[in-house]
């Protein structure tokens, strides 16, 4: 058997410079659960349609079953590993609002969901329900019907409202 | 009660395990690896039918890379599994039943090597004519898949009482519907896999998912052939199971492989190859006669069942059983005759799913009691009241029960709920288009809890101090995502007036754990609590006993509370550990990780955490003359092994010899508002009210999560999901084509509504609540889609071209189409 053709590849992961030698073919989804250990994002239907794979590519949401090392070289890839508060250790406000709502059972989507919620909010830092739906209906979830999920949703967007508003205060 | 956070006050207990998951740290045992892993894949069937005429493994061995094929050659022990029958070969030695039976498995240094050898493994096949249903199954002549036939029957049920027959004769009015439901999916977000490592001491340690870790040890040990004390099962976490990796899946080829490679073997199924080789929820025909008084009155029922159990046992039997007592719903009628046939076919594998059968029998006989209630022209929630049990009733199999007050409540509390009181006056928007139809219906149902009578269901726990000065809990129960850790959390801190972080919960592991049964049939709560109620006033004995010999103070002055023994009446203003956890970096979450994952390692924050900790209670301890002595010092006296109390008992089971038959059930009511597009035949379910009796709500976070993640599996059940098989080839083969439920797919509105209601002195505690929310939606769904469409739906996914409707609107003058 041949030997697969090794490539240089780049891109900053959560704030840090990675450099690895793979295959320009591999899936964005094992550079990241297999070569760099980073296994808080999931793997389950890779075909784009759970959302369990999601992390943000250059900021925006993308499963990354589908991204092929060749398509995210020199971005900047942020994984579930990549968010936390204010602080390097404590939770994002989304983490805390989904332990806070019970917007997880086994947790396998969460990442996923969380990530993608880190997009939604973004992009619509109080969205309404339309914005919800459209957001996370790339994120399959089989065990809290999305009540809880829809719950933490709500109360993150608020806070991250909040936290905003006060700090525009703070700069007026 | 309202079921929701502002409700539970105090008791919306932040899980354990919420930091761990929503942070990606927690390694679920399919994001195990280990440096000298080598990778293991399973060659499945090509034909869904067909006979091995040979099999060549000599060019896969021959790969570089590949470490071991193995093939039925190569199995030490019995090569056949399953928990109740054991007849699916782990690999096929002649014939091929489904698509998904294993021929061999392979070991090799990468997966994409592995993938590789599965290609040069060369099988020749005589291809036969799959049984592709369950008639063709039945059919004088057809081939028997099995050979303890008759036939490809697996099971047969019966129910015989009165004489419905002649009843039938005098009924007034009857009603015959045939019923279908799907091949549903459980869709668990995490596939099967796991890690199974060999260790120096010749002894097997397998990592992967399971609902009875003990089970798989059984089934392990008996198909390598070793005692089952050399085979150590850990299996939690899970990523989702809803019942669907209570059998063995990918176990036997992992253990195999890394027992001949002399190295860890990781296994990780994709999502297509889970789809094929998976389990399903049983399809079923239901045919069902049922016939009534000039009054009102259910006179004869008869029930004919149907199940398609696929190419092998696994709980078709029971899951039939179970069909068939609650076939009857919570209905008192004289005269019944009830037959149910589960058959073999080649179309996939059925077996255990959430509900258990009694979804798909719900469906059918609540559908009966609307199609009844129209003739009689009542009020369908009057119909059911006029003909439902009386409380001191025996159960369907007219097995005594234990009496409970449950199913009037629920019945009652639905009543006077808003949405149902909606269905008096159907709901109409003059704003919506005249295609769109609104209606409100309801269901209601008592379903079993536990295996059943004549099936062993053994359960027990262990209560210990242990050296580390915890207060340690140690079950065989699984945490597959409904919160079961956080509800042992809850109810320790409960009895002991302790912190969480005083607590020490051991599952999912079997060098651990003792045998306390499987996490299935929504036992697991009742049994810890009872089990729990056993072990604490012997534990509370001993551990005041002792405190009262180091400390001079009777023991009968003493407490136990947060870090230790407290003089009585002194205790720190509640235990308040269960509300202060907000910030979610859970204390006590590592020492849970830590039991659950075994290998897994420990975050050097977490320990540092606990340091905090410890110091800060020893501090608090100084400043208190209240404080006795702490769990730490207690721990150190006497010996290890007095500080362990154990238990052993059954679940509660009824005095009748009925075999399956129930003890504790559970109730509940369920009423749902849908939106009706008959242009498209869409459905949307807009408002719906679950009323449940289970007993006390322990931990209000997971009941709520549990009936409204039931119910939105129940809800797929109903409109989207069928794994579609085309001559028992799956047609829907992943996520994309097989369609759960998304966010954009739900009710946009549900309540959860508690009544916690037990007799006085009820010895079984809090009832589980895992299934009651996924068993009466899909008859409530379709009740209202009759109140707005006036269709009879008899069949799931409720098929969208019944609904569609040609617009009735005239054309206007001059206006015309050509």
Same mark, same amino acid.
């Given at each position: 058997?041949?030997?697969?053709l090794?490539?240089?590849?780049?891109a900053?992961?959560?704030?840090e410079h990675k450099?690895l030698?793979?295959?320009?073919?591999?899936?964005?989804v094992?550079v990241l659960r297999t070569?760099?250990q980073?296994?808080?994002?999931?793997?389950?239907?890779?075909?784009?349609?759970?959302?369990s794979?999601?992390?943000?590519?250059?900021?925006?949401?993308?499963?990354s079953c589908l991204?092929?090392a060749?398509?995210?070289e020199?971005?900047?890839?942020?994984?579930i590993?990549?968010?936390?508060?204010?602080?390097?250790g404590?939770?994002?406000p989304?983490?805390q609002a989904?332990?806070?709502?019970?917007?997880?059972?086994?947790?396998?989507c969460t990442?996923g969901m969380?990530?993608?919620?880190?997009a939604?909010?973004?992009?619509?830092?109080?969205?309404?329900q339309?914005?919800i739906?459209s957001g996370?209906c790339?994120?399959?979830c089989r065990c809290t019907?999305?009540?809880g999920?829809?719950r933490?949703v709500?109360?993150?967007g608020?806070?991250c409202?909040?936290?905003?508003?006060s700090?525009?205060?703070?700069?007026? | 009660?309202?079921?929701?956070?502002k409700?539970?006050?105090k008791?919306?207990h932040?899980?354990?395990?919420?930091a761990p998951?929503?942070t990606?740290?927690?390694?679920?045992l399919?994001?195990?690896t280990?440096p000298?892993?080598?990778h293991?894949?399973?060659?499945r069937?090509?034909?869904p039918?067909?006979?091995?005429?040979?099999?060549d493994?000599?060019?896969a061995e /021959?790969?570089?890379?590949?470490?071991?094929?193995?093939?039925?050659?190569?199995?030490p022990?019995l090569?056949?599994?399953?928990?109740a029958t054991p007849?699916?070969?782990?690999?096929?030695?002649?014939?091929?039943r489904?698509?998904?039976d294993?021929?061999?498995?392979?070991?090799a240094?990468?997966?994409?090597r592995a /993938?590789?050898?599965?290609?040069?493994?060369?099988v020749?096949?005589?291809?036969?004519?799959?049984?592709?249903?369950?008639?063709?199954?039945l /059919?004088p002549?057809a081939?028997e898949?099995?050979?303890?036939?008759?036939?490809?029957?697996?099971?047969?049920?019966?129910?015989?009482?009165?004489?419905?027959?002649?009843?039938?004769?005098?009924?007034?009015?009857?009603?015959t519907?045939?019923y279908?439901?799907?091949?549903?999916?459980?869709?668990?977000?995490e596939t099967?896999?796991?890690?199974?490592?060999?260790?120096?001491?010749g002894?097997?340690?397998?990592?992967?998912?399971?609902?009875?870790g003990?089970k798989?040890r059984m089934?392990?040990?008996?198909?390598?052939?070793?005692?089952?004390e050399?085979?150590?099962?850990?299996?939690?976490?899970i990523?989702?199971s809803f019942?669907?990796?209570d059998?063995?899946?990918?176990?036997p080829?992992?253990?195999?492989?890394a027992?001949?490679c002399?190295c860890?073997?990781?296994?990780?199924?994709?999502?297509?190859e889970?789809?094929?080789?998976?389990?399903?929820r049983h399809p079923?025909?239901i045919?069902m006669q049922t016939g009534?008084?000039?009054?009102?009155?259910?006179?004869?029922h008869r029930?004919?069942i149907t199940?398609?159990?696929?190419?092998y046992?696994t709980?078709?039997?029971?899951?039939?059983n179970?069909c068939t007592?609650h076939?009857?719903g919570?209905?008192?009628?004289?005269?019944?005759?009830?037959?149910?046939?589960?058959v073999?076919?080649n179309?996939?594998?059925?077996?255990?799913f %959430?509900?258990?059968g009694g979804?798909?029998?719900i469906f059918?006989?609540?559908?009966?009691?609307d199609?009844?209630?129209?003739?009689?022209?009542?009020?369908p929630w009057e119909?059911r009241? %006029?003909?439902?049990r009386e409380?001191?009733?025996?159960?369907p199999l007219?097995?005594?029960?234990?009496?409970?007050?449950?199913?009037?409540q629920?019945?009652?509390?639905?009543?006077r709920?808003?949405?149902?009181?909606?269905?008096?006056?159907?709901p109409?928007?003059p704003?919506?288009p005249?295609?769109?139809k609104r209606?409100?219906?309801?269901?209601?149902?008592?379903?079993g809890?536990?295996?059943?009578?004549?099936?062993?269901d053994?359960?027990?726990?262990?209560?210990?101090?242990?050296? +580390?000065?915890?207060?340690?809990?140690?079950?065989?129960?699984?945490?597959f995502g409904?919160?079961?850790?956080?509800?042992?959390?809850i109810?320790?801190?409960d009895?002991?007036?302790?912190?969480t972080?005083?607590l020490?919960?051991?599952?999912?592991d079997?060098?651990?754990?003792?045998h306390s049964g499987s996490?299935?049939?929504s036992r697991s709560?009742?049994m810890?609590?009872?089990?729990l109620q056993?072990?604490?006033s012997p534990f509370?004995?001993h551990?005041l006993a002792v405190?009262?010999?180091a400390?001079?103070?009777?023991a009968?002055?003493?407490v136990?509370?947060p870090?230790?023994?407290? %003089?009585?009446?002194q205790?720190?203003?509640?235990?308040?550990?269960?509300?202060t956890?907000?910030?979610?970096?859970?204390k006590?979450?590592k020492?849970?990780?830590?039991a659950?994952e075994?290998?897994?390692?420990t975050?050097?924050?977490?320990e540092?955490?606990?340091?905090?900790?410890?110091?800060?209670a020893?501090?608090k301890?100084g400043?208190?003359?209240?404080f006795?002595?702490?769990?730490?010092e207690?721990?150190?006296q006497?010996?290890?092994?007095?500080?362990?109390?154990?238990?052993?008992?059954?679940y509660p089971t009824?005095?009748?010899?009925?075999?399956g038959?129930?003890?504790?059930?559970?109730?509940a009511?369920? /009423?749902?508002e849908?939106?009706v597009n008959t242009?498209?035949?869409?459905?949307?379910?807009?408002?719906?009210?679950?009323v449940?009796a289970?007993g006390?709500?322990i931990?209000p976070?997971?009941?709520?999560?549990?009936i409204e993640g039931?119910s939105v599996?129940a809800?797929?059940f109903?409109?989207?999901?069928d794994?579609?098989?085309?001559d028992?080839r799956y047609?829907?083969?992943n996520?994309?084509?097989y369609?759960i439920?998304?966010?954009?797919d739900?009710?946009?509105?549900?309540?959860?509504e508690?009544? +916690?209601?037990l007799?006085?002195g009820d010895?079984?505690?809090?009832?589980?609540?895992g299934?009651i929310?996924s068993?009466a939606?899909?008859?409530?769904?379709?009740?209202a889609?009759?109140?707005?469409?006036?269709?009879?739906v008899?069949?799931?996914p409720?098929?969208?071209?019944q609904?569609?409707?040609?617009?009735?609107?005239?054309?206007?003058?001059?206006?015309?189409?050509?």
């Amino acid at each position: 058997m041949n030997k697969p053709l090794k490539n240089h590849w780049t891109a900053i992961v959560n704030g840090e410079h990675k450099h690895l030698e793979i295959a320009q073919t591999t899936r964005l989804v094992d550079v990241l659960r297999t070569h760099l250990q980073l296994t808080g994002t999931k793997v389950s239907c890779e075909v784009g349609r759970c959302g369990s794979c999601m992390v943000l590519m250059d900021g925006e949401p993308v499963n990354s079953c589908l991204v092929m090392a060749y398509q995210c070289e020199g971005s900047d890839i942020v994984t579930i590993e990549g968010l936390h508060g204010e602080e390097k250790g404590t939770l994002h406000p989304i983490q805390q609002a989904f332990v806070e709502e019970g917007g997880f059972q086994c947790g396998y989507c969460t990442p996923g969901m969380v990530i993608s919620t880190k997009a939604l909010l973004d992009a619509h830092p109080e969205p309404s329900q339309e914005q919800i739906e459209s957001g996370l209906c790339g994120n399959l979830c089989r065990c809290t019907g999305y009540g809880g999920i829809i719950r933490a949703v709500r109360k993150a967007g608020e806070r991250c409202a909040i936290k905003e508003t006060s700090a525009e205060e703070t700069v007026s | 009660m309202l079921l929701n956070r502002k409700q539970s006050g105090k008791r919306w207990h932040l899980r354990p395990d919420g930091a761990p998951k929503v942070t990606g740290q927690l390694q679920y045992l399919t994001d195990m690896t280990l440096p000298d892993m080598i990778h293991g894949r399973v060659l499945r069937s090509e034909y869904p039918y067909a006979r091995i005429l040979s099999i060549d493994t000599s060019e896969a061995e /021959a790969l570089e890379g590949v470490y071991a094929v193995l093939t039925s050659k190569d199995v030490p022990g019995l090569n056949r599994f399953g928990i109740a029958t054991p007849d699916q070969p782990v690999f096929c030695e002649d014939i091929v039943r489904y698509v998904g039976d294993a021929i061999a498995a392979v070991a090799a240094d990468s997966p994409e090597r592995a /993938a590789l050898a599965l290609d040069a493994i060369r099988v020749e096949y005589e291809e036969l004519t799959p049984l592709n249903s369950t008639d063709a199954a039945l /059919a004088p002549g057809a081939p028997e898949l099995h050979e303890h036939g008759p036939g490809n029957v697996l099971h047969r049920t019966e129910i015989k009482r009165g004489d419905a027959k002649q009843a039938f004769a005098t009924c007034d009015h009857i009603v015959t519907e045939t019923y279908y439901t799907p091949r549903q999916m459980h869709a668990y977000m995490e596939t099967e896999g796991g890690l199974f490592v060999p260790d120096e001491e010749g002894r097997l340690n397998v990592y992967a998912a399971t609902q009875h870790g003990y089970k798989d040890r059984m089934q392990l040990a008996r198909i390598i052939g070793c005692p089952e004390e050399d085979i150590r099962v850990v299996s939690s976490p899970i990523g989702g199971s809803f019942g669907g990796k209570d059998e063995l899946n990918v176990q036997p080829y992992g253990a195999l492989l890394a027992l001949r490679c002399g190295c860890p073997v990781k296994m990780h199924n994709s999502r297509k190859e889970s789809v094929r080789a998976g389990l399903k929820r049983h399809p079923m025909k239901i045919e069902m006669q049922t016939g009534m008084s000039r009054e009102g009155i259910i006179q004869a029922h008869r029930v004919r069942i149907t199940a398609d159990t696929g190419a092998y046992a696994t709980l078709g039997a029971p899951v039939l059983n179970f069909c068939t007592e609650h076939c009857l719903g919570p209905y008192a009628i004289p005269n019944v005759d009830v037959e149910g046939v589960s058959v073999y076919t080649n179309n996939g594998l059925s077996g255990e799913f %959430r509900g258990f059968g009694g979804n798909q029998a719900i469906f059918a006989m609540e559908g009966q009691m609307d199609r009844l209630a129209e003739i009689m022209n009542m009020d369908p929630w009057e119909f059911r009241r %006029r003909n439902m049990r009386e409380k001191n009733d025996p159960g369907p199999l007219n097995q005594r029960i234990l009496v409970t007050d449950g199913l009037s409540q629920v019945w009652e509390a639905l009543d006077r709920s808003e949405l149902w009181q909606k269905h008096q006056h159907p709901p109409t928007d003059p704003t919506l288009p005249p295609w769109i139809k609104r209606g409100v219906g309801a269901a209601i149902a008592m379903h079993g809890a536990g295996l059943g009578y004549g099936i062993p269901d053994p359960a027990g726990g262990r209560l210990s101090l242990n050296n +580390e000065g915890k207060i340690e809990v140690a079950f065989s129960y699984e945490e597959f995502g409904q919160g079961l850790v956080a509800t042992l959390e809850i109810m320790l801190c409960d009895l002991f007036q302790c912190n969480t972080s005083d607590l020490s919960i051991i599952i999912g592991d079997t060098d651990r754990v003792p045998h306390s049964g499987s996490s299935t049939a929504s036992r697991s709560t009742t049994m810890a609590w009872m089990a729990l109620q056993r072990l604490q006033s012997p534990f509370r004995s001993h551990v005041l006993a002792v405190a009262s010999e180091a400390s001079g103070i009777p023991a009968d002055e003493l407490v136990t509370g947060p870090g230790g023994i407290w %003089r009585k009446g002194q205790l720190p203003a509640e235990s308040s550990e269960v509300e202060t956890d907000v910030q979610g970096t859970g204390k006590s979450e590592k020492k849970v990780a830590l039991a659950l994952e075994g290998i897994i390692q420990t975050s050097e924050e977490a320990e540092k955490l606990e340091k905090a900790e410890r110091i800060e209670a020893k501090a608090k301890e100084g400043e208190r003359s209240d404080f006795v002595i702490s769990y730490a010092e207690l721990a150190t006296q006497g010996e290890a092994d007095e500080w362990i109390f154990d238990t052993k008992f059954d679940y509660p089971t009824t005095p009748d010899n009925v075999v399956g038959g129930h003890y504790l059930y559970t109730y509940a009511a369920v /009423a749902a508002e849908v939106e009706v597009n008959t242009l498209t035949g869409e459905t949307k379910l807009l408002d719906t009210r679950h009323v449940v009796a289970a007993g006390p709500v322990i931990n209000p976070m997971g009941y709520i999560g549990q009936i409204e993640g039931g119910s939105v599996m129940a809800l797929g059940f109903t409109l989207t999901e069928d794994a579609v098989m085309q001559d028992s080839r799956y047609v829907t083969t992943n996520l994309d084509t097989y369609m759960i439920p998304t966010i954009q797919d739900i009710h946009t509105q549900l309540e959860v509504e508690a009544i +916690e209601d037990l007799p006085e002195g009820d010895a079984f505690g809090p009832r589980g609540i895992g299934e009651i929310g996924s068993v009466a939606l899909a008859p409530a769904i379709t009740a209202a889609i009759h109140q707005a469409t006036g269709v009879w739906v008899n069949r799931l996914p409720v098929p969208r071209e019944q609904l569609v409707r040609p617009l009735n609107v005239p054309l206007q003058e001059g206006v015309s189409p050509s």
